[in-house]
């Protein structure tokens, strides 16, 4: 599967570059990873969900890294989820914000198969990307992802299956917590 996405961001090229090379700040706003932990200047392990209450581990390598510019990665050894990707950061019309283009290549678990029931249960990876780039965009220009009073508890609200329409939690739901 290939997927791109890009959006602005309204913070300088080499702000949101040092962000995303900082790879442990990438589960702040991408809902399926779990952890990154860095094993080497340009070398870290992966950890992210997968649907049906899977998890999916992966080692990485920075193959291309040019400050304020781009960052190009792919996966190594035995990944449960073979990937590579491009990040690039650019400048915006308006010579103050950065646009962010990301092309990304990985292979689904289960083929089409895998892309079928994923879609199914909402895990369009299209949707997906983009609202990963959209949280980026607000954790740099706001400092956190913005969360709405149907889902106060962010990337943990998935559990809640099937979700309803917004609306304020009642008090027994908020004294549950996240975890309920």
């Known amino acids: 599967m290939e997927l791109t996405a ?4 309204r913070r300088s090229a080499s702000e949101v570059y040092t962000f995303w090379r900082d790879l442990e700040n990438l589960p702040t706003f991408m809902a399926h990873l779990e952890q990154i932990r860095v094993t080497g200047d340009r070398t870290s392990h992966w950890a992210a969900d997968a649907p049906f ?9 920075i ?12 996966s190594t050894g035995n990944a449960d989820v ?32 895998g892309k079928a029931v994923a ?10 990307l983009d609202d990963d780039l959209r949280r980026l965009k607000q954790v740099l220009e706001t400092g ?17 299956f099937p979700q309803r329409p917004a ?3 009642s008090d027994a739901e908020l004294a549950k917590g996240a975890d309920a």
């Open 53 to 61: 209450g899977k998890g999916v581990e992966w080692d990485a390598e």
């Open 119 to 128: 879609k199914y249960f909402g895990e369009e990876p299209h949707q997906q």
């Open 144 to 160: 956190e992802v913005v969360r709405s009073d149907g889902a106060p508890w962010g990337k943990r609200a998935r559990k809640e």
């Open 6 to 9: 890009a959006t602005t961001i």
């Open 167 to 169: 609306q304020p939690l």
């Open 82 to 113: 073979p990937n590579a990707g491009t990040v690039r950061f650019g400048p915006a019309p308006d010579g103050v914000s950065t646009e962010v283009h990301v092309a990304l290549t990985y292979d689904i678990p289960g083929g089409a198969i």
């Open 63 to 74: 193959v291309d890294d040019v400050p304020g510019e781009r960052i190009t990665w792919r």
